[in-house]
């Protein structure tokens, strides 16, 4: 009779200054009033967001499907809250999103957006909405990104129309 021997994988303890963003997160986690273990929320919030690339190519379509469909509906679930929260009414204005190589693409830096939220961005994104600062000729080139079936039902289910 053959022995199945368990085999585990372990993520080494994380550990961040109290007062950093992070810090405060594992604070929160630790303390959190549901009483669960701030390791399995970990768990639950790494395995939402990396699950479709873990499986990718490991396991058959139809499996990768359900893993994807069940990290869709707790990201959107949490994306929700995050809104509430956050007081944040749409995403984004529009879908229509152009893209063009300049200085920001070369040597990208923090900037704050009209919402105060600051982020570094690898490439320069406007949309339809934004004033043209460019001359249409510094333009190399234009990407029209169109939403999927699938985006526009999620849309109308936050409310971004």
Same mark, same amino acid.
């Given at each position: 009779?053959?022995? @199945? @021997?368990? $085999?585990? =994988?372990? /993520?080494?303890? &994380? ?21 669960? $273990? ?6 639950? *919030?790494?395995? %939402?967001?990396?699950? *479709?690339? %873990?499986?990718?190519?490991? =396991?058959?379509? %139809?499996?990768?499907?359900? %893993? ?5 509906? !707790?990201?959107? *679930?949490? #994306? *929700?809250?995050?809104?509430? &929260? ?12 152009? /893209? ?15 919402? $105060?939220?600051?982020?570094?961005? +690898? /490439?320069? /994104? ?16 234009? =990407? +029209?990104? !169109?939403?999927?079936?699938?985006? !526009?039902?999620?849309?109308? #289910?936050?409310?971004?129309?």
């Amino acid at each position: 009779m053959s022995q @199945q @021997q368990n $085999s585990y =994988v372990e /993520l080494p303890r &994380i550990k961040r200054k109290s007062n950093s963003w992070e810090g405060k997160v594992i604070d929160y986690l630790l303390n959190h009033p549901s009483n669960r $273990s701030a390791t399995e929320f970990s768990i639950e *919030a790494i395995t %939402a967001f990396w699950l *479709a690339e %873990a499986l990718e190519g490991q =396991v058959n379509q %139809a499996e990768l499907q359900k %893993a994807c469909w069940s990290a869709i509906e !707790k990201l959107e *679930a949490k #994306l *929700a809250t995050i809104r509430r &929260i956050g007081g944040i009414e749409k995403l984004l204005p529009d879908y229509t999103t152009v /893209l063009s190589p300049s200085e920001k693409t070369v040597n990208p830096t923090t900037k704050t957006n009209e919402n $105060s939220r600051e982020f570094s961005n +690898d /490439l320069h /994104l406007s949309t339809d909405d934004d004033e043209d600062e460019d001359d249409e000729d510094d333009v190399d080139w234009i =990407v +029209d990104i !169109k939403p999927s079936e699938e985006m !526009k039902q999620i849309s109308r #289910l936050f409310g971004i129309e």
